[in-house]
């Protein structure tokens, strides 16, 4: 309960009894949009009748971010410097 010390509390008085999940399915942006707007660091990943089968961390849905914006970057640098000088 709300009087206790964190090390006298249980895993069930501390865990999230209905988390929100995503499915498989799910694309790595949505579920990225979907942690960041519940401030999730996790997102437990569960199938069509709600057995889990993993988890994603949101360091690895914003590394993966991360490549993309840059791979963007790198284009976008090659075309306006194909340009030449005064564009």
Do not use: W
């Not at 009894?17 to 401030?39: D, I, K």
């Amino acid at each position: 309960g709300a009087g206790k010390i964190a090390g006298e509390m249980t895993v069930a008085e501390a865990m999230v009894s209905e988390p929100v999940s995503a499915q498989p399915s799910m694309g790595r942006s949505e579920a990225l949009e979907l942690m960041l707007e519940n401030h999730f660091r996790h997102l437990p990943i569960v199938d069509d009748e709600g057995h889990y089968v993993g988890i994603v961390a949101i360091r690895q849905l914003l590394r993966h971010q991360v490549g993309r914006l840059q791979e963007n970057v790198q284009s976008l640098e090659q075309y306006l410097g194909a340009d030449g000088p005064g564009g």
